[in-house]
């Protein structure tokens, strides 16, 4: 494999501190950089299905001069505790727990990407209220309401890999896309996994979708969500997305302000990991927009 540029050692170099929070008796692990100052705004990144905080690893430092970020596990993933039921209603309480326990009365931004960013989405509309705006970063919008649905059980056996190297062999993107930058997939693959006594294994809990439940509140299908949003919302969305054909970006620019919306050119779903230079400069481009007065 190629070395690495510059600019991504060092930011996965950048000191971050790990933490914890509990939510509804589970453990939830985030990672907290040092702060540029205590008044300074609370940004906070959500990692998509099957991932985990390291994802942004090589985001998140670039935001360090102006905010207090911090990147978070959901339950289920990372170094987060799993659960015997899962819900959206959850999932957005896992992040509210992580606000909270770093807002320190400063204005709050959330960024999720794919599944986070329809927790993000869902966190905006039950506490947007005390949100300073979130950014939804290649997630599925339709005007449908979603229903849960019970998935079919799967073998639950956790697979256990002799070397870290061999179970890195199995990682895949999902949905599966090309990715030039195999540096970044080594680096995620590296933290997605875990030793115990019988070898390495994901860390993540495979049965997550079919451990799901539907939230105690009914929610709205994702547009109206967005047309109701009590906090601003800006959208990212790669050009060859799976998730964002000609109907899906013609739906998009309805439901957004034409400059809270950035396509990111060259990119698939995974978008920050085929054009993360790009990504950073869209993203600060967004945040900007959304400390605008009016």
């Known amino acids: 494999m190629p070395q690495p540029p510059a600019w991504f050692i060092e930011a996965i170099d950048t000191p971050a501190e790990s933490r914890f929070v509990e939510n509804h008796a589970a453990r939830i692990h985030y990672r907290r950089y040092s702060p540029p100052s205590s008044e300074s705004p609370l940004l906070v990144f959500v990692h998509g299905n099957g991932a985990h905080c390291h994802w942004w690893d090589f985001i998140a430092p670039a935001f360090t001069g102006n905010y207090r970020v911090v990147t978070l596990d959901l339950s289920g993933a990372g170094d987060s505790d799993h659960r ?3 819900s959206a209603e959850i999932f957005a309480n896992d992040i509210m727990c992580v606000v909270r326990a770093e ?6 931004y959330i960024v999720g990407h794919s599944f986070g960013g329809s927790m993000t989405r869902i966190t905006g509309h039950l506490y947007g209220q005390s949100l300073a705006g979130i950014v939804i970063a290649d997630s599925v919008i339709t005007p449908r309401r979603r229903v849960v649905r019970t998935m079919p059980k799967t073998n639950e056996r956790v697979r256990h890999y002799a070397s870290l190297e061999e179970g890195k062999r199995r990682f895949r993107l999902r ?5 030039a930058n195999d540096f970044i997939i080594d ?5 997605s996994l875990k030793k115990n006594a019988l070898g390495y294994c994901f860390k993540l809990d495979q049965s997550v979708f079919q451990r799901m439940a539907e939230p105690h509140i009914t929610l709205p299908d994702a547009a109206s969500m967005i047309r109701q949003m009590p906090c601003p919302v800006a959208l990212m969305y790669g050009e060859h997305s799976r998730f964002f054909p ?3 970006v013609t739906l998009a620019r309805d439901l957004f302000p034409a400059e809270q919306i950035v396509c990111v050119n ?6 920050f990991l085929d054009q993360p230079l790009t990504f950073i400069d869209g993203l600060t481009t967004l945040l900007a927009r959304q400390q605008q007065p009016g």
Do not use: R
Request: aromatic share 8%; charged share 10%.
């Open 84 to 86: 015997d039921t899962y």
């Open 175 to 179: 949905p599966p896309q090309p990715c």
């Open 266 to 271: 060259d990119a698939y779903h995974h978008l």
């Open 246 to 248: 000609a109907e899906a």
């Open 187 to 191: 680096h995620i693959a590296t933290h």
């Open 103 to 108: 807002a320190n009365n400063t204005p709050v």
